[in-house]
């Protein structure tokens, strides 16, 4: 799609189902009625992969587009990503070419080699030069010599080992780092880490095994190609006392026999490394090897940390403990031996769960400090699914601990056939006492309930109460299914009814904002802040390292910058309406909450994030609040 269809999508987007004329839509496209009628056409095939989606062309009276919200919301995502194209394979094999050969490569090489003018591959060297500095790597470009590589044989095959970075299409699953081997090559590697799990009851996960392959696989090549690793000495010993290390032996033997070739002692630690690091499957969380004293007083800080900043148990969740005793254990070796990862899911994972992930965030922070371990982002989204499952599980714990009472007005053995009958259909409810109508005003002076199911109807009871027949017919259970219902909606809402409009004011919100990149807004909402008191003056500098160590944008034009919270004097939340849109990460934004939540205020927090969030997702609502044309206007909308 070009600049103009997408223009002509977002209007369909936020007009929330109302009628457009070709005539309205041309003059703001400033194109001829002609060209939106063919524009329509190329919008038509991309509305063919959402069942829900069509355009209903009414003839004298104008274009709707029918979609449904959840469709609605993930167009309108992927149409303000700003990831890059998919390069071509060609892309790929340059990147590979330049990590392996041992001469420089020139420009006209590859013009020739790829059937490409000497512009395009000038373009694609740029991008790979850019992406090689991610891994301390060096593209030298000597005159009338051609193009090298400069840097440690450790990083150049770590860049190699995530060859399929350099494609932006994070729903791709090809690994294109495989298809630079051969097929036989492939096969035997397989083979070999299948023994070696086999023989040493090793359950790795399918992850770990294919990065095992391809760590493998370019170990091979590049021994071939006579240039080994360097282990320092000093590390050596370590590996010798290792177990994987003898695991690694016969693994070596089959590969030397298979491809005939001899590798040197250090590509056997090296590869010892990488079982280390490999990630395992639930089953090994009893192998003494891998609960050492470092690794649990690490879970063990960050569970209590998150605990403490979230308000959310996560110390009593057993489940949780042995999920991240496996994965952190593999997270310390990948830090430690320099094999990072990259985690495809990073931008879904912020977006859907920012509270949380900005959470996960903080604690690192502290564990950086207590346990010299700096966690990387990708690392960090991963740590994310962990807690937010916890989080799942403590809450339907808790809600299968909803106290509910019951008043009946027609004695006791109906009251406990009512009972009974309820506790079988409804397991998450916890029936705490059968009582008449006459003892009610008595019994809740002195005791707690969830909600109140009665036989007869009450009057005058401000706990929530449903009336139904004492025999539980099949209308009373559609009737309590909606009450639950009803009463969850309620909790939510009440949860985050309000919160940025107390949290904000008219002096914190600032319209028509002029900037050109995050950093500017950032650092003018901390002074803001700053000035009315809010922060200390080191807020802002803590907001802008938080930036530079992730992006804070969430999607639906929204970015949610933050300092932390123990630079924070009084919770409030300051706001900037763009007055154009700027990239900020991989995202445009033209709406930005900057937090300023204090420790004491952890609920605030997650409210507000879960608002903003709710916000993110109503396309409709966020372009309302960003056409406002005064303060008083949006905090009326945010409202």
């Not at 044989?153 to 630079?180: P, Q």
């Not at 298979?258 to 590798?263: D, G, H, Q, S, V």
């Not at 920012?354 to 982002?377: D, T, W």
């Not at 299914?481 to 809402?493: A, G, P």
Request: aromatic share 8%; glycine share 4%; hydrophobic share 40%.
């Amino acid at each position: 799609m070009n600049d103009r269809q997408k223009e002509l999508l977002r209007t369909l987007l936020v007009q929330n189902g109302q009628t457009l004329h070709i005539g309205d839509l041309s003059e703001q496209l400033r194109c001829a009625e002609k060209t939106v009628r063919n524009d329509l056409n190329v919008i038509e095939e991309l509305l063919a992969d959402y069942p829900s989606a069509y355009l209903s062309r009414q003839p004298g009276i104008g274009i709707t587009l029918e979609i449904e919200e959840a469709s609605r919301s993930e167009m309108f995502q992927k149409l303000l990503s700003n990831e890059p194209k998919t390069p071509e394979d060609r892309f790929i094999e340059i990147a590979y070419h330049l990590l392996v050969s041992n001469k420089a490569i020139t420009l006209q090489e590859l013009s020739k080699k790829y059937y490409v003018p000497k512009a395009t591959i000038k373009k694609d060297l740029d991008s790979i030069a850019k992406w090689f500095k991610t891994y301390q790597l060096e593209l030298i470009s000597k005159p009338r010599l051609g193009n090298m590589v400069q840097g440690s044989e450790l990083r150049k095959r770590s860049a190699l080992a995530h060859l399929s970075e350099l494609l932006s299409s994070v729903s791709d699953t090809k690994n294109y780092v495989l298809e630079l081997f051969q097929p036989y090559e492939i096969t035997a590697v397989k083979k070999a880490l299948n023994e070696l799990q086999q023989k040493n009851s090793i359950a790795f996960t399918d992850a770990a095994i294919e990065s095992l392959l391809v760590h493998s696989l370019i170990m091979m090549k590049r021994t071939r190609q006579k240039s080994p690793v360097t282990v320092p000495d000093k590390e050596k010993d370590a590996a010798y006392s290792s177990k994987e290390y003898l695991y690694a032996i016969p693994f070596f033997e089959q590969l030397e026999s298979a491809f005939r070739i001899k590798f040197p002692e250090d590509e056997r630690i090296y590869f010892t490394w990488h079982l280390i690091s490999g990630k395992r499957k639930n089953d090994a969380i009893e192998d003494p090897f891998i609960k050492n004293d470092y690794l649990l007083n690490v879970i063990a800080d960050l569970t209590t940390k998150l605990s403490t900043i979230t308000l959310f148990p996560f110390t009593d969740d057993p489940i949780l403990k042995n999920g991240l005793i496996v994965h952190v254990h593999s997270v310390i070796n990948r830090i430690k031996y320099g094999f990072p990862i990259t985690n495809p899911l990073l931008p879904n994972i912020k977006k859907m769960y920012p509270y949380l992930f900005n959470m996960v965030l903080l604690a690192l922070n502290e564990i950086k400090e207590n346990h010299e371990l700096e966690v990387p982002e990708d690392e960090a989204a991963y740590l994310v699914l962990h807690f937010q499952a916890s989080i799942e599980r403590l809450k339907e714990k808790r809600e299968k601990q909803r106290r509910t009472l019951i008043v009946c007005h027609m004695g006791v053995g109906m009251s406990h056939l009512l009972q009974a009958k309820i506790e079988q259909h409804y397991k998450d409810m916890q029936v705490v006492g059968c009582i008449g109508q006459a003892e009610l005003s008595e019994y809740l002076k002195g005791k707690t309930v969830d909600f109140i199911i009665s036989t007869v109807e009450l009057k005058q009871v401000s706990i929530p109460h449903l009336t139904i027949s004492p025999l539980l017919e099949a209308k009373d259970k559609e009737k309590l299914n909606q009450f639950l219902t009803e009463m969850k909606k309620k909790q939510v809402i009440s949860n985050e009814k309000k919160v940025l409009t107390q949290l904000s004011r008219g002096d914190l919100v600032h319209i028509h904002v002029d900037k050109e990149h995050p950093f500017q807004v950032i650092e003018m909402l901390g002074n803001i802040l700053y000035e009315k008191g809010f922060v200390t003056k080191e807020f802002i500098h803590s907001a802008l390292l938080r930036e530079r160590k992730s992006s804070t944008s969430i999607g639906g034009l929204i970015a949610i910058p933050h300092g932390s919270p123990t630079m924070v004097n009084h919770s409030a939340v300051a706001i900037a309406l763009l007055k154009e849109p700027i990239n900020w990460g991989n995202e445009q934004v033209s709406l930005v909450f900057m937090l300023a939540i204090s420790n004491q205020d952890p609920k605030l927090n997650r409210k507000a994030v879960g608002q903003i969030v709710a916000y993110s997702e109503t396309p409709s609502f966020i372009h309302s609040l960003i056409e406002s044309s005064s303060v008083k206007e949006f905090l009326e909308k945010l409202k």
